[in-house]
């Protein structure tokens, strides 16, 4: 097969096809290999036969199939310019005054951008930002009452317990009762240790705050600091040093943007947890830690050098 091929703004190109192109045809005519037997031997080496549906009967067609073109867009359209006569469009010419035309100062077109600067605002708000279905629209309102929620539960002071005795926790901490929705044998659980995490207790560890619904938790042990569900007590302020310290690492060797976007708000709730105990106990606790990262449960990726 010899093909060679014009550019509509360029001279005649190359016979010469790129491979690319020549694994193009390869698959084209092994597509068409089917609807070549049932043509004449004379026209099975076309490169074009297709079959055509029509009225009176289905036809092989072997010339090359007519694509609509600009032109005969605009004809059928009746597209005049001021002059009455039919217009003339140079598509080259729109396509390079188009590139030249873009803002390309802040905005290169990557996908990341969530408004084109060559858009209106009108544009964008009706094509990209607008809410097309009902179930879309509570889809979105689902997202922003859950992040209102998660605004509203970081602002709630920590919960401390102070005291092993789980009567005088429940008597004492009514707001949490009624706002988790405990009973005494939860109350028992929180205060005893049996639903434990590393550095609180956790009121509701199927809850799916930070996981599917049902199943354990699978938050990382600094996210349990800011969860309305942790309760800290008296036993957990070694955890909570060590913790503490595994954000002094941190912190040498992030730069200080960095690390206030990963940590600085759970080590800000850090001191305000270990503010509600006695020093006496943070103290004692913090004889108990040795200041490495075996002492915590993190991720190979996540360790200190």
């Not at 639903?195 to 042990?221: E, I, M, N, T, W």
Request: contains cysteine.
């Amino acid at each position: 097969m010899l093909l060679s091929y014009v550019k509509g703004r360029t001279a005649r190109e190359s016979l010469t096809l790129p491979p690319r192109a020549v694994r193009l045809l390869e698959q084209w005519l092994d597509h068409s290999a089917l609807l070549r037997g049932f043509l004449p031997e004379e026209r099975r080496r076309e490169l074009w036969p297709r079959l055509v549906f029509a009225s009176h009967g289905d036809h092989i067609r072997t010339e090359r199939p007519a694509y609509p073109t600009p032109w005969s867009w605009m004809k059928r359209s009746g597209l005049r310019d001021d002059d009455g006569q039919m217009l003339r469009l140079h598509t080259h010419r729109i396509r390079t005054t188009f590139e030249v035309m873009r803002d390309r100062r802040a905005w290169f077109g990557s996908e990341r951008a969530t408004i084109d600067p060559n858009h209106s605002p009108q544009v964008e708000g009706d094509r990209y930002l607008s809410v097309a279905t009902p179930a879309q629209r509570d889809a979105v309102n689902n997202i922003i009452v859950a992040a209102q929620k998660d605004l509203v539960r970081k602002t709630r002071p920590p919960v401390v317990i102070d005291t092993d005795q789980a009567v005088k926790a429940a008597t004492g901490l009514p707001e949490l009762v009624s706002r988790l929705e405990l009973d005494d044998a939860a109350v028992a659980e929180l205060v005893g240790g049996a639903r434990d995490v590393f550095v609180a207790a956790c009121a509701d560890p199927l809850s799916g705050l930070h996981g599917p619904r049902g199943k354990p938790c699978p938050a990382r042990p600094w996210v349990c600091l800011l969860c309305p569900l942790a309760v800290f007590t008296t036993r957990h302020a070694a955890n909570l040093l060590r913790l503490k310290a595994f954000f002094s690492r941190q912190g040498k060797q992030m730069t200080s943007d960095q690390y206030m976007k990963v940590f600085g708000p759970y080590a800000v709730r850090i001191e305000e947890v270990l503010a509600c105990f006695d020093p006496a106990v943070v103290a004692r606790a913090g004889s108990e830690r040795s200041d490495a990262d075996d002492e915590l449960p993190l991720r190979p990726e996540e360790t200190t050098r």
